[in-house]
């Protein structure tokens, strides 16, 4: 999917991302019990959204689907690049304590949720 619609696949990682966090407040807040295996599956796919990410982002996705994607993405792609990696570098960083304990993902989320943010600060339009 990727190839043919990448605005449809960063759509729907963007879509899981969320999910995945959602979950994972919800345990923090204590609105779940802490699932270790869900923590797993969440780091597990937040791993995955850094890796492919960039290449989600050819010159014809600029625009179409409603993408909140900013033109300053290809204005800046090695910056937008390097976001993702620091992403994925603080999802690697923080999985096994996130995973071990519910004290560890209180710890762990917010390191994440940063790098995550740091990305969307420049890179996602606020509609």
């Known amino acids: 999917m990727a190839q043919s619609d990448p605005i449809a696949a960063r759509k ?6 969320n ?17 270790a295996a869900a923590v797993e599956a969440a780091f597990a796919q937040w ?7 960039p290449g989600l982002f ?3 996705s ?9 033109p300053k993405i290809w204005q800046n792609k090695k910056d937008f690049d390097e976001k993702a990696a620091a992403f994925g570098k ?10 071990a304990s519910l004290d560890g993902l209180k710890a762990a989320i917010p390191v994440v949720g940063k790098a995550c943010d ?5 890179y996602r339009l606020t509609q």
């Open 19 to 35: 999910n995945n966090a959602r979950a994972a407040v919800q345990m923090m807040r204590g609105q779940k019990p802490f699932d």
């Open 62 to 70: 600029k625009t179409g689907q409603e993408t909140k994607a900013t």
């Open 12 to 17: 729907a990682l963007m879509k899981e991302n």
């Open 47 to 53: 791993a995955d959204t850094a890796q492919k990410l």
């Open 90 to 99: 603080a999802v690697a960083d923080n999985r096994a304590k996130a995973t």
């Open 118 to 122: 740091n990305c969307h600060e420049d």
């Open 58 to 60: 050819p010159d014809n």
